[in-house]
């Protein structure tokens, strides 16, 4: 693509399709971030004026508690405050959402919390928060038209992809790095036929998908060119997190960052719902959790400037490595208005973070969820982070994932004949 400011080069749909009355629900237009240009609702990201990103805005009739909580135990309970048809089609989605938000008493205790929760998303339909954003992606897809449901990926986002499509019968491409592990491979293969392994990083995957669909017509690429769309559906995450806690905001919270754009939502939902008077306005503090092998935000965080140096990543979690990433800027601006902070933490402090989520709660996490508890543990070591405050770590995903990230690290205690015997001689308990 030549110049993203050019809003028929990122068009996708065909331009004899008419949109229908309320396909994006309340949502009134796409507004820049940077300088407030608006344009009309559609496959458009970049503000013609500044390139800056393009993000939906909404007239919001009154929303009530009583509304919400007489709607269905998924995202859609919250159609009205996304850019989705009052009509939206359930039964062609995957239904995520509506997850649990888990009180750690066993973490809290060992982290020095008092008040801890663990928002777990990887219970979503294909295990990481990312049916959220593609449910709403994929709704925007359908009112546009579009022939072909894509993305490129570091791996959940394209699991999500592929499952969205064959459950809508759109037809899915989805674009991956080649190095990546291999069951987010196969969570992917079985759904669709068009896997596309990439030699690169994600960077490179992504820049080949903003190529294509500046080429091809038809095509909505979930995080390209209906990103402002797709991004939505992190607000949920926030909307779930206040509504569970009984209609009021946590008052610290730890989220992982690979582009940055589901902390930034979830920024947006509690501001949102206090705006629309659903829950009070009391302060909150928003933290990033990146992994060292990729932390552009976390260093340019501790270095006090505002700019992003974009940097190559190395590091297991792989979900979170987006060496440029999109919104990072707008995570630096959140965390340091909040007064919380950007940490970053080593590999084997990620794999431990797996490891002690997986033994004080019983949930298995992928590195990404590593990072994030691995993170929190940090932020309260280094007196960051107020142990005195209630506070909700989000797990976005799977262990089952990237098995390989620890399973050089567990296994058996012993391996015995069987025989009572040999159970004992083992010197098990
Ligand atoms: C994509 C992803 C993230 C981060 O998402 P961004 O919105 O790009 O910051 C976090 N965790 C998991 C498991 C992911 O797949
Ligand atoms: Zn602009």
Redesign the pocket.
């Known amino acids: 693509m030549t110049a993203v400011a050019d809003n028929t080069a990122t068009t996708t749909t065909t331009s004899a399709h008419t949109l229908r009355e309320g396909a994006f629900g309340n949502a009134r237009a796409l507004a820049c971030r940077e300088c407030g240009h608006e344009v009309e609702l559609g496959p458009f990201y970049a503000c013609p004026e500044c390139f800056g990103p393009l993000e939906v805005s909404y007239d919001f009739p009154v929303v009530t508690r009583e509304e919400i909580a007489a709607g269905p135990r998924n995202i859609w309970r919250y159609k009205a405050l996304l850019p989705v048809p009052d009509d939206i089609e359930q039964s062609k989605n995957t239904e995520p959402g509506f997850t649990r938000l888990l009180k750690a008493h066993n973490l809290g205790r060992e982290l020095g919390i008092d008040n801890l929760w663990v928002k777990d998303?990887?219970t979503n339909p294909t295990n990481?928060?990312?049916d959220r954003?593609v449910a709403c992606a994929l709704s925007a897809a359908i009112e546009l038209d579009a022939k072909v449901f894509a993305c490129p990926?570091?791996?959940?986002?394209a699991n999500a992809v592929a499952a969205a499509g064959a459950r809508a019968g759109i037809k899915t491409v989805v674009f991956i790095p080649s190095n990546l592990e291999k069951p987010k491979q196969v969570n992917s293969a079985v759904y669709t036929d068009n896997l596309v392994a990439v030699n690169g990083n994600y960077d490179d995957v992504n820049k080949l998908a903003s190529e294509i669909a500046g080429e091809e017509e038809g095509w909505a690429f979930v995080?390209v060119n209906v990103r402002p769309f797709y991004?939505e559906g992190?607000k949920t995450l926030g909307y779930e997190i206040a509504e569970q806690l009984g209609w009021r905001l946590p008052e610290q919270v730890v989220?992982?960052?690979?582009?940055?754009?589901?902390?930034?939502?979830v920024h947006k939902a509690f501001q949102e719902l206090i705006s629309l008077g659903l829950v009070e306005d009391t302060p909150y503090k928003v933290y990033g959790a990146q992994a060292t092998g990729c932390s552009p935000v976390s260093v340019a965080y501790k270095a006090g400037v505002d700019a992003i140096r974009p940097v190559k990543p190395d590091t297991i979690a792989k979900?979170?490595a987006?060496g440029n990433?999109?919104?990072g800027i707008y995570?630096l601006d959140i965390c340091r208005e909040t007064g919380g902070a950007v940490e970053d933490i080593s590999d084997d402090e990620v794999r431990q973070g797996i490891l002690l989520l997986a033994r004080t709660e019983g949930i298995f996490t992928?590195?990404?969820?590593g990072?994030?508890v691995g993170v929190l543990k940090k932020l309260v070591e280094t007196g960051q982070l107020d142990p005195t405050l209630e506070t909700v770590v989000?797990?976005?995903?799977?262990g089952l994932?990237t098995l390989d990230a620890v399973s050089d690290h567990v296994g058996p205690r012993a391996t015995i004949d069987p025989s009572y015997g040999a159970f004992t001689a083992a010197g098990i308990v």
Do not use: H, R, W, Y
């Open positions: 998303d990887s990481s928060f990312k954003v990926s570091t791996g959940n986002l995080n991004a992190s989220i992982p960052v690979a582009s940055g754009s589901q902390l930034t939502k979900s979170l987006i990433p999109a919104d995570v992928e590195t990404a969820g990072t994030t989000i797990n976005t995903g799977m994932k």
